[in-house]
């Protein structure tokens, strides 16, 4: 009965199961740890495509040098900090590339000859975008893309369209200014937004996670995207007013919302202020 009672158990793992069992998670580990070796081994492409584009081949040369040997790319290891810093800097450097590239080959072109009020106008201008110039399109998506993919690793990944929302707003002033059409920068900026917006939401929208509307989630990203969406709509559809008027109008807009921002934080009903801010 005693031999019949130890044949029916199960059999105890052996050493050389442990040994294997050690051997897949020391594998696993070191494979994780040496992941911002590669990341920062790539992110000498975008920095020193960008500083092609904007500069010439020798500042390419010389950005790429730096950007290999900052000392970031050892203090911010996995070994030394074990933080994310070198995904998020590779994509967020390809996301810039390829915006740069975009605005590269943008003309300034109008897409219509009369402007209009109603919200379908941006739509066909995206239409008419995607029909006249399908690779600044694409740049203007793969940017989304690259920025979508630091969201889903990182929830500041906001600083990034923060930066080029500055970028834009300049821009857009600028050629208010210089009596220029601003429908193409806009749909660009829109299309750009709306696809890191589309690719972050299932995850920022699950239950589980409840992000969208949180401080430290997407609301700073959906703070950018309102002020695009206006700025979008009075400069497309009062192009040809007076840049006084169009400035005016933005103002105005502009100091009700921050008005209503703060009026919401002394009522302690939202920290919407503070975030923004």
């Known amino acids: 009965q005693a031999e019949d009672g130890i044949r029916d158990q199960p059999r105890s793992r052996g050493l050389g199961d442990v040994y294997k069992r050690q051997d897949l998670d020391t594998s696993v580990w070191w494979s994780v740890a040496s992941l911002p070796a590669i ?12 500083a092609r584009r904007l500069h010439s081949n020798m500042a390419g040369i010389v950005a790429a040098w730096l950007i290999a040997l900052m000392p970031g790319h050892f203090g911010h290891s996995t070994f030394g900090l074990a933080d994310h810093d070198a995904f998020a800097m590779l994509f967020l ?8 590239r ?3 080959e943008l003309k300034n ?9 109603s919200p379908l106008y941006i739509i066909a201008g995206i239409r ?13 998506t793969l940017s989304g893309v690259s920025f979508a993919i630091v969201a889903l690793g990182w929830k500041g990944f906001v600083v990034g369209p923060s930066i080029l929302f500055l970028a834009y707003a300049a821009q857009v002033s ?8 601003s429908t193409t920068l806009n749909v660009l900026f829109l299309t750009m937004l709306s696809v890191n917006f589309l690719m972050a939401l299932p995850f920022y929208g699950h239950p589980q996670v409840d992000l969208v509307l949180d401080g430290t989630g997407l609301q700073p990203f959906l703070f950018i995207f309102v002020f695009t969406l206006a700025i979008s709509f009075v400069t497309t559809g009062f192009r040809d007013k007076p840049w006084l008027l169009i400035l005016g109008v933005l103002a105005t807009s502009g100091a009700v919302f921050f008005l209503a921002l703060w009026l919401l934080k002394q009522a302690n009903l939202s920290n919407a202020w503070d975030v923004l801010f």
């Open 128 to 140: 008419q975008m995607w029909s006249n110039n399908p690779a600044v399109m694409s740049n203007a």
């Open 174 to 181: 600028i050629n208010m200014f210089r009596r220029r059409d």
């Open 39 to 50: 990341f920062g081994a790539l992110i000498v492409l975008p920095i020193a495509g960008l």
């Open 93 to 100: 450097a390809i996301a810039f590339y390829y915006w740069v």
């Open 109 to 117: 072109e109008r897409l219509f000859q009369t402007p209009s009020l």
């Open 102 to 104: 975009a605005m590269d």
